[in-house]
Nanobody, 118 residues
Framework: QVHLVESGGTLVQPGGSLRLSCAAS????????MGWYRQAPGKQRELVAL???????DYLDSVKGRFTISRDNAKNTVYLQMNSLKPEDTAVYYC????????????WGQGTQVTVSS
């Protein structure tokens, strides 16, 4: 069993920065693809950024150049650095672990609220 715990969400002004963290339990973190998703009120959950076990990253077009995903396998932690935040970035942000060796296993965190407002 894997548990994911996000932290770092808060209220921030437009143009500000935040760093989200997601700490994972268990032993499969380094072998897993990690992702950050978000869900705004009345909208579907969307993939914001992902990083593979090999360090390859990909981003939602609207956050390219502003957000950076990274991982520290020694700490079983994935990060999302968010800069130049906009009101439309307001959402609950969820951490996702996706593991495909020896069968598919997928886990979600509980979410952390990011509110961008003046």
């Amino acid at each position: 069993q894997v548990h994911l715990v996000e932290s770092g969400g808060t209220l921030v002004q437009p143009g500000g920065s935040l760093r989200l963290s997601c700490a994972a339990s268990g032993s499969i973190f380094s072998l897993s693809r990690m992702g950050w998703y978000r869900q705004a009120p009345g909208k579907q959950r969307e993939l914001v950024a992902l990083i593979t076990s090999g360090g390859i990253t990909d981003y939602l077009d609207s956050v390219k150049g502003r957000f950076t995903i990274s991982r520290d396998n020694a700490k079983n932690t994935v990060y999302l650095q968010m800069n130049s935040l906009k009101p439309e970035d307001t959402a609950v942000y969820y951490c996702n672990l996706y593991y495909t060796r020896y069968g598919v296993r997928e886990y979600w965190g509980q979410g952390t609220q990011v509110t961008v407002s003046s």
